[in-house]
């Protein structure tokens, strides 16, 4: 049934609308803004809680604007994705629009035309891409020590999991093991350290593959990149009534999540004389009568144990070499063992691919629409003697 | 920074800025021997650059874009390599040296306040696409100053200043028109460079995007040169207008590199890695 003229009417401008310069003008620049904001303000996930509360504690005007618009989350935030929907429905309409254009003309028009078709569909392929990663994708971090098997199976073996909106249930069915992780020198200053994985698939043989910065190890479904590594000493705790109340390697923070360049974090546990605290000092000197780390290979590793009081001053400090023990507080500290644990970061996108075409798609679009244009420029240089022609 | 370096980096930045004075006199005295010393210091400068690029190269045993003060010298030889090249083919567009100068002067200055310790490749620049990635960003940087330096000289003499008359350069709107060529190849620069970012961080972080903020900067800058192209070829925005646009879309080309980096935390700390 063909629609009646004045449905037609009706929609026609709607329609224009759509593909009109100054509606896609509009989105571009109301997106940008929002772009703009989002790289400004500090973004939940990539600053801790505690320093986006304080951050928002000493911004109130902003935050007074931002919070209700979702600006400290802007790039999930529904005007984000509203925007991004306008965007995508704009460039629907122009392709759509480019491509009735591009039959019906000729020579350098007819060029200019199909680039920009071809650029336009490399952009609505980015787009899908990208909606693909947002929704179908599992993005999840483990941390093992050398010797730890992790099953990527398991939910509660994950740090942390984030799964696209219609992401299914199902996780990664391998084994991870951790064999072992060795530094990566540049001229004798270790700059990364690389770890070799023994990778098992349900019912299939175990096989070794070295994972380190910038070498994922890739696997059906699934990519496995270097996310950070760290030190884990071996820490048992004997209380002076002579229970075991530790036994286990701690995974301490690197140097860049520990700050100040220093591997160490807190632990707690029923019958410790409180909070304590672990420091790694990798390749330990005294110097006057004070313990410090001169490298950050561990060639002589101590651990400093520090029993802290509530407001987190140091009750009574120890210091623990490897394979010794300290007293701290009545209580047996042993330092048996120093292993390193690498954050392997667990990520299965099919998006990529999408996204990896619409790159090649638009790039290959964008030389389309505009060589010619840099070519005659070149060309009218020559010809005329480096005169520019409109 | 060895004396070598030092030597080279002040000579590289002494001759700039000698090229761009002379430029400069020589568009407002119209004397030959302006321009003249103006090519000459600008030709010396750039090979007192690719010396002191080079010898980061040697001493430090590795592509010299491991920290701030390394991208800036390299990053200054590759957008000098382009300006020279258009200015060399197109004897005509010389003083364009006048504005694309001091944006390459300020980041050789970036650069140089920077910490400038010669230290290991960090093991998150171990990858090919780093050299594809620098590379086409500063290749973007180079049509990017050379877009502002027609649009900037092309709204002075709209606002008064006759020198580009005098000076030679294109008449009119076709000078603007040069503005608008010069931002058609950066643009396609800039594709390239993020799209080879986007490679390099998927295996590098696991993710080919994290919307981190010099990312997203860098995709504001492009978006603003897509809103440029949109409004030049559809909107009618000729001239004047257009002309303005280029000239900010430099503002943001600086944000997204050299100024996001101090205001907020990012991944893509030049001097963290």
Redesign the interface.
Known sequence: MEPSPNIMRLFAPLVRALYS??S??AV??A??LL??A???L??VG??SDSALDLWKSDHPVVTAVAEPLGLYEA?SSIPFMVLLAALAVNMVACTTRRAILSRKARGGAAVALGGSLVLHVGLLALLAG?AV?AGSSI?GRIVATEGQVIDLSREDQYLDLRRGVWADGALPGYALGVESSRP????G?S??VESVLAVAEPGAETVSRPL?????VRLEGV???H?DWGFSPLLTVVSPAGEVLVDAYVALLSVHGGGAGAYEDVVEAPGLPGTVRLRLLPDVRIQDGTAVSVSPEPRNPALEISVLAEDGTVVESGLAFLGSEAEVQGFNFAFGDLRRWTAV?V?A?SG?FV??AG?AI??FG??VR??P??WA??RS?RST?????? | MRPIEAWLFWITTGLYVVAFVATLLGMVFQRPVWRTTGLVAVLAGLVANTGAAAARWVLA??MPVGDRYELNVSGSWVAMVVVVGVVL?????RPLLVGALPPVILALGIGITSPTAI??????Y??GWLAVHVVFAFLAFGCFVLAFSAAAIYLAEGWGATVRVRAGL?EG???E??SY?MV??G??FE??MI?SG???A????????S???VE??S??SF??Y??YL??RT??GWRGRRSAVVAVLGLVFVFLSFWG?QW???TVHDFNQF
């Open positions: 310069t100054w896609t003008v571009v620049a997106f940008t772009c703009v989002g790289a400004m500090p973004q990539a600053v790039f990208g990663t993005d990566v020198s540049d001229g200053v700059t990364a380190g910065v910038n070498r994922p990519v496995l990149t996310a970061r990520r996108d990529r996204v990896y790159f638009g790039l964008l030389l505009y060589a244009a840099i420029a070149a240089r003697g480096n005169e520019v022609s409109a | 045993g590795h083919a197109a004897p005509r567009l230290g290991p490749l960090s093991a998150a171990d990858s294109p709107e076709a000078l028109d040069l060529r058609v190849a643009f396609i594709a390239v799209a986007a490679v390099w998927n295996d590098l972080w696991g993710t080919y995007w919307w981190d903020p997203v900067w995709l504001i978006l603003v897509a809103l949109h409004l559809f909107a996001v205001l907020v935390p």
